[in-house]
């Protein structure tokens, strides 16, 4: 069992339905990454339901907490990435949350859905960036456009764009350089890149995605709203999901933002790209007791 459901399943152990059940059903939920704004409207939610329904058992408040979190999670989960139109995908994210390897997966799932990829490698910070993103690529067959000698990655996105409608091509995805929310200059640049995307991809849609490690905590919601304005993020992807990661923020940022999750990763190899469903993510994080 995770961390996550341990504290939460610890509270429904106890049967009655009292005060001192929803000030620790508060407190676990906080704990589990669920920020405190969503935390009090789901308590609120639960005690207006329990009182008009006069449940007196844990157990069947534990249901309904899990039908809750499927609601939050199913915000604009019509959203389709892939299909209906040419895209150009901007993978956003800071530091380490596996922007690079998600890029790749997400081509090689494009691929195998009959779609014509193209990548553009604009991180031009991180050491041997280009050269990662070249190797993988070329696992799935697929094209890299880079410019070693350039050193603002708007020009190598304006590049890839030409590109791309040169080239017909159904997605244009563009990996770029980690960086902290908090990083003013950096976040500029991010603005820069996305004005350059707008400004020049007249035929697609602009697609900007948020990568998010699911070990980041209550840190995640912050992240997604700074970046969210920024580059308005049309979808989230999860990444080092395993047994032991948490990954209740999503809970926040899905219904705070309105950002629908799009997949999940769930290792490291290029077919390891899951697209995601709520409740069976729901059932991840509460079994069935």
């Known amino acids: 069992m995770s961390l996550w459901n341990r504290n939460v399943t610890r509270v429904f152990q106890k049967s009655q339905i009292d005060d001192l059940f929803w000030d620790e059903l508060e407190e676990s939920l906080i704990v589990a990454d669920i920020s405190v704004s969503v935390t009090l409207i789901l308590i609120e939610q639960l005690r207006e339901y329990a009182q008009k329904n006069s449940i007196c058992e844990s157990g069947e408040i534990y249901n309904i907490v899990k039908e809750h979190f499927v609601d939050f999670l199913t915000v604009n989960n019509n959203v389709a990435p892939l299909k209906d139109s040419k895209k150009v995908f901007l993978f956003l994210g800071v530091n380490g949350s596996g922007k690079t390897t998600t890029l790749v997966k997400v081509a090689n799932y494009s691929c195998q859905l009959g779609y014509s990829v193209l990548i553009a490698a604009a991180d031009t910070f991180r050491a041997a960036a280009k050269e990662q993103l070249e190797l993988w690529a070329s696992q799935i067959g697929v094209d890299v456009l880079s ?143």
């Open 147 to 289: 410019n070693p000698d350039a050193k603002d990655p708007s020009s190598i996105v304006y590049d890839a764009i030409k590109s791309a409608r040169a080239r017909d091509l159904d997605f244009l995805m563009i990996d770029t350089a980690g960086r902290l929310h908090t990083s003013n200059n950096l976040m500029a640049e991010l603005d820069k890149i996305y004005r350059t995307v707008s400004k020049n991809a007249q035929g697609y849609e602009v697609f900007p995605i948020l990568i998010m490690d699911s070990t980041v905590g209550n840190n995640g919601i912050i992240q997604a709203r700074e970046f969210h304005e920024v580059a308005p993020c049309k979808g989230i992807i999860m990444t080092k999901l395993d047994g032991t990661s948490r990954g209740g923020s999503l809970i926040s940022i899905t219904h705070e933002l309105g950002i629908p999750v799009l997949f999940i990763g769930t290792g490291e190899d290029t077919q390891d790209l899951v697209e995601f469903n709520p409740r069976v993510f729901v059932e991840h994080l509460l079994p069935n007791t």
